[in-house]
């Protein structure tokens, strides 16, 4: 079985709201949730978890959900976007999918780009759910 990591933003405020709509709409595989706290905005929480890949997954039922990857060894978590935008930054605005991203220098962080560019999340494991 394939899986999909996915990432839904969330609040302190909302985060019980957001367990149930997570869990009502996905088949979380290994049964875990991991709740990520934003370390520069602490009431900002980020729930990570795992979904069968070959499931008829629809973003759209969880708010503010996205599809992400992750660099196991250092705990990096990241879009494509993100990431051909990291690139671009550090390799003098060349996208190189052959460059060898220092992934050292970001350890424990969430990479998103938006319409600002690329933004960068400092994390920390806040708990972890078991479902």
């Known amino acids: ?4 990591l996915l990432c839904s933003f969330t609040t302190q405020r909302n985060l019980d709201q957001s367990i149930l709509d997570i ?6 595989i290994f049964d875990k949730i991991y709740v990520l706290q934003n370390e520069d ?13 070959e499931d008829d997954i629809d973003f759209n039922l969880v708010q503010n959900t996205i599809s992400l990857h992750r660099k196991k060894i250092t705990n990096t978590l990241y879009t494509i976007n993100a990431l051909n935008e990291l690139i ?13 991203v220092p ?13 600002e560019g690329l933004q960068r999340i400092p994390t920390r494991i806040l708990k972890i759910i078991d479902l």
Do not use: A, R
């Open 41 to 53: 905005k602490p009431k900002e929480l980020i729930c990570t978890y795992n979904v069968n890949q």
């Open 88 to 100: 671009k930054l550090i390799n003098n605005g060349v996208l190189d999918t052959s460059y060898q």
């Open 23 to 28: 869990t009502k709409h996905f088949k979380i």
């Open 103 to 115: 992934w050292d220098l970001y350890k424990n962080m969430i990479l998103i780009s938006n319409k």
């Open 1 to 4: 079985m394939k899986t999909q």
